[in-house]
T-cell receptor, first 113, second 110 residues
Framework: AQRVTQPEKLLSVFKGAPVELKCNYSYSGSPELFWYVQYSRQRLQLLLRHISRESIKGFTADLNKGETSFHLKKPFAQEEDSAMYYCALSGHAGGTSYGKLTFGQGTILTVHP | DAGVIQSPRHEVTEMGQEVTLRCKPISGHDYLFWYRQTMMRGLELLIYFNNNVPIDDSGMPEDRFSAKMPNASFSTLKIQPSEPRDSAVYFC????????FGEGSWLTVV
């Protein structure tokens, strides 16, 4: 079974502070990991996927297979980063659960001025 | 590409009425997903299709919910009869290399 855990439902930081949104997963195999962001009353948008290893809007995430984690980090938070963030997992291409995306419960990030 | 297109964007209906939500996936995407989002339960996968065939419908709450994908460019999610606890945002998503979401259908059942 595949499972994604985001232990923090709410996270508040001040502008300019570092931020880390935690994500742990459970999957027997090599998963694909994603972070999605949802601004107020909008669609979910892809923020990052681990295989691309890129930085979007200053956010980065590293897959740690030993700790089964995929934490999202940004060194200096901005007010416009306030949103809901979802970590998600998919099976790898060719596997039986490829395509299906399992989401964590989400973390609401609030960046105060 | 216009992205994943959902309709209606908003619907308010009375308990007991039939609700039909529609989705047009991104052309060329071979997976289509229906998710439900609520404050209490977050994002729940209801059902997903691969090449128009339902693969996993274990997330469909009960028999009142049904979904179809008659062709590669169209899917429906139907609730009959609707109940107040069905009030939620229903997202459709499609997958090529990655998954893209529609803007959601905001359903309120009174």
């Amino acid at each position: 079974a595949q499972r994604v855990t985001q232990p923090e439902k709410l996270l508040s930081v001040f502008k300019g502070a570092p931020v880390e949104l935690k994500c742990n997963y459970s999957y027997s195999g090599s998963p694909e990991l994603f972070w999605y962001v949802q601004y107020s009353r909008q669609r979910l948008q892809l923020l990052l996927r681990h295989i691309s290893r890129e930085s979007i809007k200053g956010f980065t995430a590293d897959l740690n297979k030993g700790e089964t984690s995929f934490h999202l980090k940004k060194p200096f938070a901005q007010e416009e980063d306030s949103a809901m963030y979802y970590c998600a997992l998919s099976g790898h291409a060719g596997g039986t659960s490829y395509g299906k995306l399992t989401f964590g419960q989400g973390t609401i990030l609030t960046v105060h001025p | 590409d216009a992205g994943v297109i959902q309709s209606p964007r908003h619907e308010v209906t009375e308990m007991g009425q039939e609700v039909t939500l529609r989705c047009k996936p991104i052309s060329g995407h071979d997976y289509l997903f229906w998710y439900r989002q609520t404050m209490m339960r977050g994002l729940e996968l209801l059902i997903y299709f691969n090449n128009n065939v339902p693969i996993d419908d274990s997330g469909m709450p009960e028999d009142r919910f049904s979904a179809k994908m008659p062709n590669a460019s169209f899917s429906t999610l139907k609730i009959q009869p609707s109940e107040p606890r069905d009030s939620a945002v229903y997202f459709c998503a499609s997958r090529g290399n990655t998954i893209y979401f529609g803007e959601g259908s905001w359903l309120t059942v009174v």
